[in-house]
C-alpha cells in the first residue's frame, strides 16, 4: 500500500508565496508521475502541474511563470512552489503519484489534499 501526505499549505496574502510538499511511503519501486491537482468548492479537479521521471513538466496555464513542480524519486517526494499567488489560487490541493512496484505498475494514488486559501 502506498499513502501521500501533503504539507505546506495555509493562508497567505495575494502575493505571497507558499511551497507545498508531498511524501509518499510504502511499497514503490519508482515513481513515474508526480502530479499536483486543484479543486476549489464549487469546481471540478484540475490539474495545476505534473512532472515525469524523465523530468519533463506540464502546467496548466494559469499558473505558468509563477508555480514550479519539483520531485526528487530517490526521497519519494514532490514540490511545488507557489508565487506571486492570487486569490483564484485558493482551492484544496491534491498530490498524485503514479507509482509501480516490483509486481504492480503505474497505479495511481492520490493525498488528502492541503489547503490553499490567498487573501487579496
Known amino acids: 500500500q502506498v499513502q501521500l501526505v501533503e504539507s505546506g499549505g495555509g493562508l497567505v496574502q495575494a502575493g505571497g508565496s507558499l511551497r507545498l510538499s508531498c511524501a509518499a511511503s510504502g511499497s514503490i519501486f519508482t515513481i513515474n508521475v508526480m502530479g499536483w491537482y486543484r479543486q476549489a468548492p464549487g469546481k471540478q479537479r484540475e490539474l495545476v502541474a505534473s512532472?515525469?521521471?524523465?523530468?519533463?513538466?506540464d502546467y496548466a496555464d494559469s499558473v505558468k511563470g509563477r508555480f514550479t513542480i519539483s520531485g526528487d524519486n530517490a526521497k519519494k517526494m514532490a514540490y511545488l512552489q507557489m508565487n506571486s499567488l492570487k486569490p483564484e489560487d485558493t482551492a484544496l490541493y491534491y498530490c498524485k503519484m503514479v507509482v509501480s512496484g516490483r509486481v504492480v505498475k503505474n497505479v495511481a494514488y492520490w493525498g488528502q489534499g492541503t489547503q490553499v486559501t490567498v487573501s487579496s
Open positions: 512532472i515525469i521521471s524523465g523530468g519533463s513538466t
